[in-house]
């Protein structure tokens, strides 16, 4: 006898215990989700600080990307793996 009523009870009780969990990671995830999306805000901001003012290409004298060849980059291997230590 009760057994219907004891199976609904735990049945709910489970439920219940499930969602709290489950909201408790939602509000966990929705601040990770404010975090990066600050961190990122705040990146932009930063790069946005740091950059000069841009000056487009065609009125820019510069070099040629490549050497006569067209697909020979204009520096040598040796430039190009060159570390500053």
């Known amino acids: 006898m009760g057994t219907t009523d ?3 009870l735990l049945n709910a009780y489970g439920w219940w215990t499930l969602g709290s969990y489950t909201a408790l990671a939602g ?3 929705l601040i990770a989700a404010l975090a990066v999306v600050g961190t ?5 901001v930063a790069w946005r600080r740091q950059s000069p003012a841009t ?4 009125a820019q004298a510069s070099a040629p990307a490549f050497g006569a060849a067209g697909s020979v980059p204009a520096v040598g ?5 060159k570390h500053d230590s």
């Open 6 to 8: 004891r199976s609904m």
């Open 27 to 29: 509000i966990g995830l």
């Open 40 to 44: 990122f805000v705040f990146e932009l």
């Open 77 to 81: 291997i040796a430039q190009m793996t």
């Open 55 to 58: 000056v487009p290409v065609t």
